[in-house]
């Protein structure tokens, strides 16, 4: 996972594309024409109706529908098939539009969609309220960013224009590509919230990241942009391969587009399956109260485990199982190579380490055994 995959996380900033897409000026009223042009009092109000090949523009923005309807009294612009808004910047279409000048509101129902050079919108409904600088899109939300290989899915969606925040809800996904279109990156959770002017989004509730062989899970997920932290609350795990990651809370640090560092802060574990030599599944542990973890090219280099550090290992010899080893200390450090434990260092006041070994001709104690148990929750 590596710093440019999640700092691409914040880009369903992208919602503000909706933002003054379609919105009418009071300084430069529309100027339209049509094959059809009606001028009619209905109510004692002027309706003007204008049907076939309307057209409109107002400063540099185009529009085009088929049917337009303008009541002039109650200051609304109804738009109707076929309706696109074009302001050089962006494009919007929608089979319907409405703006209500006194209410400060537009809206666009059917099909919307709004583009700009590199990024997409679709949702079903899109409205912005200008009173409240803020706008929803709803049903079927859909954020394309080409150029960032960015897709954001979801069913709800409020942007707060005065604070720069964006609310994603009803099943909200998040996915990165790669150059290929092939997905890199899927965040899935309750409520995806980018705050704090977009240094930071989180995503709360039944949280689930996966890349390549990596997955993870929590209720809270945290992702800061200029710090290029991760930071994972409420029962966090981790899955790498045939290891499990278990802590109250796990903060990644990346670096050079890669995982650097990962600490692991209190009631840490780490379960990690031992060496295949017989048809029986073994399962090596450490614990400790915290636990760094230093990370090359992606794979685990060292861990150094801190404050009531124990770890349990299997010992196998050239293919041979030679039993359990347990140690405790104050600080126990593990060199890793090729996911092979090759050394082990252990630190701690005079007479408070402890180490047992149990050889493979001697019956592991019951309460070892069931430390060693090991549930897979993925």
């Known amino acids: 996972m590596n710093k440019n995959k999640f700092k691409n996380f914040f880009l369903f900033v992208l919602l503000t594309l909706i933002v003054n897409s379609f919105s009418f000026s009071e300084e430069e009223r529309l100027r339209g024409e049509a094959d059809l042009v009606e001028i009619k009092n209905i109510n004692n109000q002027l309706v003007r109706k204008l049907t076939g090949n309307v057209r409109f523009n107002q400063g540099e923005s185009r529009i085009f529908c088929e049917e337009a309807t303008w009541y002039e009294s109650e200051q609304k612009v109804i738009l109707e098939r076929n309706v696109i808004i074009d302001d050089a910047q962006k494009v919007l279409t929608a089979d319907y539009v409405v703006y209500f000048e006194a209410f400060m509101r537009e809206e666009a129902r059917g099909n919307v969609k709004i583009v700009d050079s590199s990024r997409t919108l679709t949702a079903e409904r899109v409205i912005y309220l200008e009173n409240e600088e803020k706008a929803i899109a709803e049903n079927k939300v859909k954020i394309v960013d080409d150029e960032r290989r960015v897709t954001l899915l979801g069913g709800y969606a409020e942007y707060f224009q005065t604070n720069d925040s964006i609310l994603v809800t009803f099943n909200p996904v998040f996915m990165q590509h790669d150059s290929l279109g092939e997905e890199e990156i899927r965040i899935t959770g309750e409520v995806m919230e980018l705050a704090q002017n977009g240094q930071v989004a989180i995503v709360t509730d039944s949280v689930h990241i996966t890349r390549d062989s990596t997955e993870a899970s929590c209720g809270l997920a945290e992702f800061w942009r200029e710090t290029n932290q991760i930071i994972l609350r409420n029962n966090p795990r981790v899955w790498q391969s045939d290891m499990e990651i278990t802590g109250d809370s796990i903060l990644m640090a990346m670096k050079d587009d890669q995982i650097e560092k990962a600490y692991i802060i209190n009631n840490a574990v780490i379960f990690s399956k031992a060496d295949s030599i ?37 010992l196998i010899e050239e293919t041979q199982y030679k039993g359990l080893n347990k140690v405790t200390g104050d600080k126990i450090s593990l060199q890793v190579s090729n996911n092979e434990l090759k050394r082990i260092h252990i630190e701690s006041k005079p007479g408070s380490s402890i180490g047992f070994f149990y050889p493979v001709e001697k019956p592991i104690p019951a309460t070892e055994l069931q430390e060693l148990i090991f549930t897979d929750q993925n």
């Not at 048809?279 to 009531?308: C, H, P, Y």
């Open 278 to 314: 017989d048809s029986q599944i073994r399962w090596n542990k450490l614990t400790g109260k915290l636990m760094t973890i230093d990370f090359k090219d992606n794979a685990i280099e060292q861990v150094i485990v801190e404050n009531q550090a124990t770890s349990w290992y299997h």
